[in-house]
């Protein structure tokens, strides 16, 4: 009686794994887009932020991309100090110009577009109708 394993059972194993390693990595999500989706839900809290002091202190406020970051103009000395940075170095905008962020309580519609540097879409963009909250749209701009 000879022991070991079979031809056949080892090939079922070496299946088993394969399978089991090719279903995770289809589950983890890649980390080019995540990086640039958390940019795009940092942006968009960050300008509701702004929109809110804004309307608090009465002055207008402007969000304008800068290079490696972006700025804050017009925020009360007071305010509490925003980032100006993007957490990912890749992060860029597409275009140059600013959004108005107040004081008034309705404003324009106003959008901005997010990729990575050097990458291929897809590209986010962040948003408001001028009434609701800026979001973020997830799929390619036209």
Same mark, same amino acid.
């Given at each position: ?17 394969a399978?089991?390693?090719?279903? /995770? ?9 995540? /990086? ?12 509701e ?26 925020? #009360? ?10 957490l ?12 108005l ?9 106003? /959008? ?8 291929? #879409? ?10 609701? #909250? ?6 390619? #701009?036209?």
């Open positions: 009686m000879s022991r070991g394993f079979t031809l056949i059972e080892l090939m079922v194993v070496l299946v088993i794994v399978l089991g390693t090719a279903l /995770a990595a289809l589950a983890l999500p890649d980390s080019q887009n995540t /990086a640039l989706t958390r940019e795009a839900e940092r942006l968009a809290a960050l300008l932020s702004a929109r809110a002091q804004s309307r608090a202190a009465g002055v207008p406020v402007r969000w304008r991309p800068t290079p490696g970051g972006f700025a804050f103009d017009g925020l #009360p000395a007071t305010a509490p100090r925003l980032p100006n940075r993007w990912d170095a890749q992060t860029a905008v597409i275009g140059n110009a600013p959004l962020l107040g004081p008034d309580p309705v404003i324009g519609a106003q /959008a901005v577009v997010l990729y990575r540097a050097g990458a291929h #879409p897809p590209q986010l963009r962040v948003g408001t109708d001028g009434l609701r #909250p800026f979001t973020v749209e997830y799929g390619t #701009p036209p």
